[in-house]
């Protein structure tokens, strides 16, 4: 069973103290956590989506997705300025991010819907922009 996105940072979110939490982040470092807590904080990163939580059906947890997430994750560059994808009509963004939302684990679409909003989900709390920012220190030149 893969370890999803949500989960380590449900992980790394119970840690006893904030050194714990980074070198939780460190030793389970990878390039899609990587992106997605620099999605979450990054303030040159404009999310091209509307504020409200858009409407999805979840999967059931039993389902295992724990690892679609991971696998998709380039696809948030559909849904942020990110030059390739600008040309995308917004109800077709939209309709994308309700079916990445349909297709991840519940956790990682809570996750998904927090970081749109520049947040972390209540699981994960603890996971600050300095907490972020001291495990993954060249993780954005923008941050102050």
């Known amino acids: 069973m893969a370890t999803g996105l949500a989960e380590i940072l449900k992980a790394a979110n119970d840690q006893e103290t904030k050194a714990a939490r980074v070198q939780y982040l460190k030793d389970n470092s990878s390039a899609a956590l990587k992106k997605v807590l620099g999605f979450a904080y990054d303030p040159v990163i404009e999310w ?7 409407p999805y059906t979840p999967q059931p947890k039993e389902a295992d997705l724990q690892n679609v997430l991971i696998a998709e994750i380039r696809k948030l560059n559909v849904f942020v300025n990110h030059n390739d994808y600008l040309n995308i009509k917004t109800l077709a963004r939209e309709s994308q991010y309700i079916q990445l939302l349909e297709s991840v684990d519940p956790d990682d679409a809570q996750l998904l819907i927090a970081i749109k909003n520049r947040t972390m989900p209540s699981f994960a709390i603890n ?3 300095a907490v972020v920012a001291e495990a993954f220190p060249g993780i954005s030149k923008h941050w102050n």
């Open 48 to 54: 091209l989506l509307p504020d409200t939580s858009p």
């Open 127 to 129: 996971i600050t922009k």
